[in-house]
């Protein structure tokens, strides 16, 4: 199977990559534009596999992505390039509406054009993931979780942006037959994370011995998801999954922010104890919440593991034990970020 996967030089994109090259015959396309939260250096350990290929591209650039297509010939597209981190959409939209709903768009037509070149079995067997997240659905109160019947009730620009996608590709299945999937994920985390997010920032603020911000209260409700635990649900999705489907991913590990980020000082702490014993918890610090904050997201992913046998297999504690040793084992890694493009500066405040 050739697979094109856009976004593969991102967090979920590389663990994509890594794990299709890595652990099945695959033949891989990576089409980034490398933004700043790419980093080709995450595909260290497969970028000399003949089986990997990299194209830096624009998803929005028509005819480069045409290109590629008729070069590479894939068997199937996972589509998980985007814009991704909410409060640099809350400052600046206008990028999130370029890659996630024209850029979606540009990729969608690309496909289809190719697909209807396709004959018989190849036709037959082509499948287009797109890679979507749980904020689409909005925000939940304290019991219930989403399904895939949920409707649609974005509170961001981000999630907006990744509403309209998803709406893109569902109408590409009614109007073209173009045989699309959708798959929505609760939050990400593990190695390779660009470190503007809640778990790699905090980690990484704790070993500089910096404050830990945390937004309100810290209430705010979230299912954390192992990152190479929803690679190996894109890859169940793209080859067992079914044209038109919805597909949820989650960890089933519903946690308080406040908790997430005590639990980092806790981890931080027995891999590197501070002197005299200190607690990094003195580090913590409660900051203005961020506008429009959605309250909770539970994701209910019976279907996936009912319907393609793909069950999480790394819980929170195990996760986060293996997230904190490897940015302790890769400073250089996150250190090129720190003196580069994000320096652990508050975004998404307004103005």
Not at 19 to 45: F, M, P, Q, R
Not at 136 to 156: H, I, K, M, N, Q
Not at 272 to 281: D, F, H, I, N, Y
């Amino acid at each position: 199977m050739r697979i094109l996967v856009t976004g593969g030089a991102g967090f979920i994109g590389s663990a994509v990559c890594r794990s299709l090259v890595g652990h099945s015959d695959y033949e891989v396309l990576n089409v980034d534009k490398l933004t700043y939260a790419a980093n080709l250096s995450s595909l260290a350990a497969i970028a000399q596999n003949p089986r990997y290929h990299f194209l830096q591209a624009d998803i929005c650039d028509e005819a480069t992505l045409k290109t590629a297509f008729s070069d590479f010939e894939p068997d199937a597209v996972m589509h998980l390039a985007a814009e991704s981190h909410v409060d640099r959409s809350i400052t600046g939209s206008a990028a999130f509406i370029t890659t996630n709903v024209v850029g979606t768009h540009v990729l969608l037509e690309a496909s289809r054009g190719y697909w209807n070149g396709l004959k018989g079995a190849r036709r037959d067997s082509f499948r287009f993931l797109h890679v979507s997240t749980d904020e689409v659905f909005g925000s939940l109160d304290a019991d219930g979780a989403f399904t895939p019947e949920t409707p649609y009730d974005p509170r961001s620009p981000y999630s907006a942006s990744k509403a309209s996608s998803d709406h893109l590709v569902r109408a590409w299945r009614h109007t073209y037959g173009l045989p699309t999937m959708v798959s929505n994920c609760s939050n990400n985390y593990g190695p390779f994370h660009f470190p503007e997010k809640l778990i790699p920032l905090t980690i990484i603020n704790a070993l500089e011995n910096r404050p830990l911000p945390v937004y309100g209260k810290g209430l705010n409700v979230r299912d954390w998801l192992y990152v190479e635990d929803h690679a190996a649900a894109l890859q169940a999705i793209i080859v067992r999954g079914q044209p038109g489907e919805t597909y949820l991913v989650g960890g089933r590990s519903e946690r308080t922010n406040i908790s997430v980020v005590t639990a980092i000082c806790d981890a931080v702490d027995r891999h590197a104890p501070l002197q005299g014993g200190r607690s990094r918890r003195g580090l913590i610090s409660f900051v203005e919440d961020r506008p429009g904050h959605d309250l909770r997201y539970a994701v209910d992913c019976s279907k996936i593991e009912r319907d393609l046998g793909w069950r999480a297999k790394t819980n929170f504690e195990e996760g986060l034990e293996l997230t904190v040793a490897w940015y302790l084992a890769n400073t250089a890694w996150w250190r090129s970020i720190r003196d580069g493009s994000y320096a652990g500066e508050r975004l998404g405040l307004l103005t």
